[in-house]
């Protein structure tokens, strides 16, 4: 192994684990790109890398982006670490912003391969959003009895989204992040997201950045199988806890 | 007959491409049907967003178009505050004119969709929509610049200029007519003309781009579409611009060799700076082209494979999850999307509970124990200890078969031992060390060796025979013999006899 192609693909780790952006298109990281998209050596040493550290890298729009992946303990959050990035401190409100976002995502990707050609979303979208996207389980609520829920149940975050008020004052356009309107949820994620390099704000409009574009057309072909594989596991589960009850 | 064919296809073959031509228009048609009657209790309802509109679009082509500048949400936001005081003498506080100027931008934006223009296609026999969007964003450096589309550049234009398949052909023909004609200045204004169409024609370009990025089919349909109005074009234009820059050489020369064409100098010289700027333009304009060629031949070969993949569906996957009611499990879609989290904190929460841990109500007192300090035990003295323990088993049992008898095997021993303490003895190391010592002397006298002991089974011997007396005088022969003793899984060992007395052995 060329010892030049060793230190350079340490370097481009280095960036990328720091959270600096390599891409063609800046001075500074224009070589590293280069480096790992024209030698080979660099590009396997930077590839073998971040696969033993459990990380993924993708390219995209001549930038390269790393993602942590699911259930990485080194490079990954935990649940406590979500929770006060995002300002909140019970499980309950965590699903809650994990709904809003995956509302923000499916404003502008049905699927990897489909963009729904939204360019930006803003607090009132999403609002309404996650009001279609709960109105169902709302519903379920209603005729249901007062049977105590899991906190990681949809209809939990349900409960919590119905009694939450759309704003805490009359003026919209000033909406301070906080657990104590819808308004305030969706800016608390708004803000997370933009933190996460996920969303660029600019006048209350929140536009997808290349990073959110990357992983979602990169990461999840790629790990689809593993994604519903999780999903079948946690059915087997419920299946087993069912019949224990039983 | 003919006219029957004729009259059937500008009917049914025509009508998509008069609606593609039509689509440009909807977005304004659309905007103007708005009143702001609704808004703010009709505050503002003398504002007409027809002409709102126009102003932004015009603002929009001056930006990117002439001076070939992006524009900031800022820079739009200072041009309609002075288009609401001068044209419509909004006099509002400033809070309430930028809230105004963010709905009026949200609504040209039509809330960050595109425009969809619904229509009956009569060759497919269904209704399909076409998307047309006025202004553009992207992000650059962190930062979001807005710039304006071509369609709305070419609804703009077709609103006063007159368009053609290529704008740069006619607008130079015209522009050699003008200098033939000496109008310079005209020609000037034609020149600046073919600057702004070939602005359109890059911004055009990078929709293309984008379009067939999303959506390789409508995106083929509208790369085929952008090389039959420009690309096929750029020789006629190329030969044009050679023509009259050649129109304008001579121009000069004329000028500067006749002194009735001295006053155009200035004129003439201007034209000449416009026209090289456009040729350089145009000739950014077609390896810009090129470049789309290429990255179209790659977008459709990646399209060709990633339709053969299946992609991964959000709302199916969500259905799942909602079946299960594990609203938990959307954290894997969002926490691989997340930033690496490398700083590793001290969690402030835990200074929370670390202020909230609950004191005893009064300090125990501890109590001090004296203890005193033991002597230690090293582990060799341990195991010395247990050996001297065990040699003194096995020397009670071999010199008690020794005060009975004069003559006896190892094995016989070994039975009296098994009798004695059960099998476990067959697995105790101590007992083969115990052997090895043994046999490393052919005689032993207790007397003798309690005054000089040799080895260091004698020493043991010694120790042991200080406390029990009996054994004082005796003296014993160990004799080898062809007889194996057979342990399996453990050892296999030599049988040897033991002989009291004066030791009459063979050797």
């Given at each position: 192994?060329?010892?030049?192609?060793?230190?350079?693909?340490?370097?481009?780790?280095?960036?990328?684990?720091?959270?600096?952006?390599?891409?063609?298109?800046?001075?500074?990281?224009?070589?590293?790109?280069?480096?790992?998209?024209?030698?080979?050596?660099?590009?396997?040493?930077?590839?073998?890398?971040?696969?033993?550290?459990?990380?993924?890298?993708?390219?995209?729009?001549?930038?390269?982006?790393?993602?942590?992946?699911?259930?990485?303990?080194?490079?990954?959050?935990?649940?406590?670490?979500?929770?006060?990035?995002?300002?909140?401190?019970?499980?309950?409100?965590?699903?809650?912003?994990?709904?809003?976002?995956?509302?923000?995502?499916?404003?502008?990707?049905?699927?990897?391969?489909?963009?729904?050609?939204?360019?930006?979303?803003?607090?009132?979208?999403?609002?309404?959003a996650?009001?279609?996207?709960?109105?169902?389980?709302?519903?379920?609520i209603n005729?249901?009895?007062?049977?105590?829920?899991?906190?990681?149940?949809?209809?939990?975050?349900?409960?919590?989204?119905?009694?939450?008020?759309?704003?805490?004052?009359?003026?919209a356009?000033?909406?301070?992040?906080?657990?104590?309107?819808?308004?305030?949820?969706?800016?608390?994620?708004?803000?997370?997201?933009?933190?996460?390099?996920?969303?660029?704000?600019?006048?209350?409009?929140?536009?997808?950045?290349?990073?959110?574009?990357?992983?979602i057309?990169?990461?999840?072909?790629?790990?689809?199988?593993?994604?519903?594989?999780?999903v079948?596991?946690?059915?087997?589960?419920?299946?087993?806890?069912?019949?224990?009850?039983? | 007959?003919?006219?029957?064919?004729?009259?059937?296809?500008?009917?049914?073959?025509?009508?998509?491409?008069?609606?593609?031509?039509?689509?440009?228009?909807?977005?304004?048609?659309?905007?103007?049907?708005?009143?702001?009657?609704?808004?703010?209790?009709?505050?503002?309802e003398?504002?007409?967003?027809?002409?709102?509109?126009?102003?932004?679009?015009?603002?929009?082509?001056?930006?990117?178009?002439?001076?070939?500048?992006?524009?900031?949400?800022?820079?739009?936001?200072?041009?309609?505050?002075?288009?609401?005081?001068?044209?419509?003498?909004?006099?509002?506080?400033?809070?309430?004119?930028?809230?105004?100027?963010?709905?009026?931008?949200?609504?040209?934006?039509?809330?960050?969709?595109?425009?969809?223009?619904?229509?009956?296609?009569?060759?497919?026999?269904?209704?399909?929509?076409?998307?047309?969007?006025?202004?553009?964003?992207?992000?650059?450096?962190?930062?979001?610049?807005?710039?304006?589309?071509?369609?709305?550049?070419?609804?703009?234009?077709?609103?006063?200029?007159?368009?053609?398949?290529?704008?740069?052909?006619?607008?130079?023909?015209?522009?050699?007519?003008?200098?033939?004609?000496?109008?310079?200045?005209?020609?000037?204004r034609?020149?600046?003309?073919?600057?702004?169409?070939?602005?359109?024609?890059?911004?055009?370009?990078?929709?293309?781009?984008?379009?067939?990025?999303?959506?390789?089919?409508?995106?083929?349909?509208?790369?085929?579409?952008?090389?039959?109005?420009?690309?096929?074009?750029?020789?006629?234009?190329?030969?044009?611009?050679?023509?009259?820059?050649?129109?304008?050489?001579?121009?000069?020369?004329?000028?500067?060799?006749?002194?009735?064409?001295?006053?155009?100098?200035?004129?003439?010289?201007?034209?000449?700076?416009?026209?090289?700027?456009?040729?350089?333009?145009?000739?950014?304009?077609?390896?810009?082209?090129?470049?789309?060629?290429?990255?179209?031949?790659?977008?459709?070969?990646?399209?060709?494979?990633?339709?053969?993949?299946?992609?991964?569906?959000?709302?199916?996957?969500?259905?799942?999850?909602?079946?299960?009611?594990?609203?938990?499990?959307?954290?894997?879609?969002?926490?691989?999307?997340?930033?690496?989290?490398?700083?590793?904190?001290?969690d402030?929460?835990?200074?929370?509970?670390?202020?909230?841990?609950?004191?005893?109500?009064?300090?125990?007192?501890?109590?001090?124990?004296?203890?005193?300090?033991?002597?230690?035990?090293?582990?060799d003295?341990?195991?010395?200890?247990?050996?001297?323990?065990?040699?003194?088993?096995?020397?009670?049992?071999?010199?008690?078969m020794?005060?009975?008898?004069?003559?006896?095997?190892?094995?016989?021993?070994?039975?009296?031992?098994?009798?004695?303490?059960?099998?476990?003895?067959?697995?105790?190391?101590?007992w083969?060390?115990?052997?090895?010592?043994?046999?490393?002397?052919?005689?032993?006298?207790i007397?003798?060796?309690?005054?000089?002991?040799?080895?260091?089974?004698?020493?043991?011997?010694?120790?042991?025979?200080?406390?029990v007396q009996?054994?004082?005088?005796?003296?014993?022969?160990?004799?080898s013999?062809?007889e194996?003793?057979?342990?399996?899984?453990?050892?296999?060992?030599?049988?040897?006899i033991?002989?009291?007395?004066?030791?009459?052995?063979?050797?």
């Open positions: 192994m060329d010892n030049r192609n060793l230190e350079k693909a340490l370097e481009i780790f280095s960036c990328l684990v720091k959270g600096e952006e390599i891409s063609a298109g800046k001075k500074e990281t224009a070589s590293l790109y280069e480096e790992y998209i024209d030698n080979p050596e660099v590009y396997d040493i930077v590839m073998t890398m971040c696969r033993k550290m459990n990380l993924s890298l993708y390219e995209y729009n001549d930038t390269l982006y790393i993602s942590p992946g699911k259930g990485n303990r080194v490079f990954g959050y935990s649940n406590e670490e979500l929770k006060k990035e995002i300002g909140i401190r019970l499980n309950r409100e965590l699903y809650l912003c994990y709904f809003v976002m995956f509302g923000v995502i499916t404003r502008f990707y049905s699927d990897t391969s489909s963009e729904t050609f939204t360019e930006y979303v803003r607090s009132e979208d999403i609002i309404a996650v009001d279609s996207m709960l109105a169902s389980t709302l519903k379920e005729l249901m009895s007062l049977d105590e829920v899991e906190e990681n149940s949809f209809q939990a975050i349900s409960g919590l989204w119905e009694e939450l008020p759309l704003v805490v004052n009359e003026d356009v000033s909406v301070k992040a906080s657990k104590g309107s819808k308004a305030g949820y969706v800016k608390l994620v708004f803000n997370f997201m933009e933190k996460q390099e996920l969303l660029l704000q600019n006048d209350g409009r929140y536009y997808p950045t290349g990073r959110l574009k990357a992983l057309e990169n990461y999840f072909d790629e790990n689809k199988g593993e994604l519903y594989n999780l079948k596991g946690a059915v087997k589960d419920a299946a087993y806890q069912q019949n224990q009850g039983e | 007959m003919s006219g029957e064919y004729v009259l059937k296809r500008d009917i049914i073959y025509d009508h998509n491409e008069r609606m593609l031509n039509i689509r440009k228009y909807y977005p304004y048609f659309k905007l103007s049907e708005m009143s702001f009657r609704q808004y703010k209790e009709g505050q503002f003398n504002l007409d967003m027809g002409y709102i509109l126009m102003a932004v679009l015009r603002f929009f082509i001056e930006k990117n178009n002439f001076n070939e500048e992006l524009v900031t949400y800022d820079e739009y936001e200072k041009f309609m505050s002075d288009i609401m005081i001068r044209d419509f003498e909004v006099k509002e506080e400033e809070k309430k004119c930028k809230e105004l100027i963010r709905f009026i931008f949200d609504k040209i934006n039509n809330d960050g969709r595109p425009f969809v223009y619904e229509y009956f296609n009569p060759v497919e026999k269904k209704r399909q929509s076409m998307r047309v969007k006025l202004i553009d964003a992207k992000i650059i450096d962190g930062i979001i610049y807005y710039s304006i589309t071509s369609d709305a550049v070419e609804f703009y234009l077709d609103t006063k200029e007159v368009r053609d398949e290529s704008n740069i052909t006619i607008e130079q023909v015209l522009l050699g007519k003008l200098i033939s004609s000496k109008n310079f200045k005209g020609g000037t034609v020149v600046r003309r073919i600057n702004s169409e070939v602005g359109r024609l890059l911004a055009k370009k990078n929709e293309v781009l984008a379009v067939l990025s999303h959506d390789v089919f409508q995106g083929v349909k509208v790369y085929e579409e952008f090389n039959n109005t420009v690309v096929k074009w750029f020789d006629d234009e190329q030969k044009l611009f050679s023509q009259n820059k050649e129109l304008i050489e001579q121009a000069l020369k004329k000028a500067e060799s006749e002194s009735r064409y001295y006053s155009a100098m200035q004129d003439i010289y201007m034209l000449e700076s416009e026209l090289n700027k456009a040729i350089t333009r145009h000739g950014r304009l077609l390896s810009e082209c090129t470049d789309l060629q290429i990255k179209a031949d790659e977008l459709i070969a990646k399209a060709k494979l990633t339709s053969l993949r299946i992609s991964f569906d959000f709302r199916d996957y969500f259905r799942r999850l909602k079946d299960l009611d594990r609203a938990d499990m959307i954290e894997n879609i969002i926490v691989p999307m997340l930033n690496l989290n490398v700083p590793k904190k001290f402030i929460i835990n200074i929370d509970d670390m202020l909230l841990y609950r004191t005893e109500g009064e300090e125990k007192v501890e109590k001090i124990k004296d203890e005193q300090l033991k002597e230690y035990v090293y582990e003295e341990i195991e010395d200890k247990r050996i001297e323990h065990n040699y003194g088993i096995f020397l009670g049992v071999l010199l008690d020794m005060m009975k008898k004069e003559r006896f095997t190892l094995s016989e021993v070994e039975e009296e031992l098994r009798k004695r303490i059960g099998y476990k003895f067959e697995k105790n190391a101590d083969y060390s115990f052997l090895v010592h043994l046999c490393q002397k052919k005689e032993y006298e007397n003798a060796l309690s005054e000089h002991p040799d080895t260091f089974l004698e020493e043991k011997i010694k120790n042991y025979c200080k406390e009996k054994y004082q005088g005796l003296k014993f022969y160990i004799e013999t062809t194996v003793i057979n342990r399996p899984d453990i050892a296999s060992i030599s049988d040897i033991f002989v009291v007395g004066n030791g009459d052995t063979d050797g």
